[in-house]
């Protein structure tokens, strides 16, 4: 049974950082692009950031590009999503996503509302006081 657990999130000020982490489980990822996505309230879920588990290679929407970092590590099992100079527009509920046999910048283009995903994290919710 394949598990993403997102954790990290909180109430930070404007400018400040946050680290999420995604816990995966259940299965090897390396044929997988591990992706982060986000639902503010009253707004469709938006691509943030994925990276392709094989090799590595991330894509950004332009919204994060230069300030958020995507990476993995392969001995935790675990995507991780540094978050920097946060703004009054980045609060939301993040999710962590994981789909098999893409890369992450073909994540990056997947239609919304369900990107092809194959698994979906509960969310974890990023607040900023401005």
């Known amino acids: 049974q394949v598990q993403l657990v997102e954790s990290g999130g909180g109430l930070v000020q404007a400018g400040g950082s946050l680290r999420l982490s995604c816990a995966a489980s259940?299965?090897?990822?390396?044929?997988?692009?591990m992706g982060w996505f986000r639902q503010a309230p009253g707004k469709e879920r938006e691509f943030v950031a994925a990276?392709?588990?094989?090799?590595?290679?991330?894509y950004y929407a332009d919204s994060v590009k230069g300030r958020f970092t995507i990476s993995r590590d392969n001995a935790k099992n675990t995507v991780y999503l540094q978050m920097n100079s946060l703004k009054p527009e980045d609060p939301a509920v993040y999710y962590c996503?994981?789909?098999?046999?893409?890369?992450?910048?073909?994540?990056?283009?997947?239609?919304?509302?369900?990107?092809?995903?194959?698994?979906w994290g509960k969310g974890t919710l990023v607040t900023v006081s401005s």
């Open positions: 259940g299965r090897t990822f390396s044929s997988y692009a």
């Open positions: 990276i392709t588990w094989s090799d590595g290679s991330t």
């Open positions: 996503a994981a789909r098999q046999w893409t890369t992450a910048q073909a994540m990056g283009v997947m239609d919304p509302p369900h990107y092809g995903i194959n698994y």
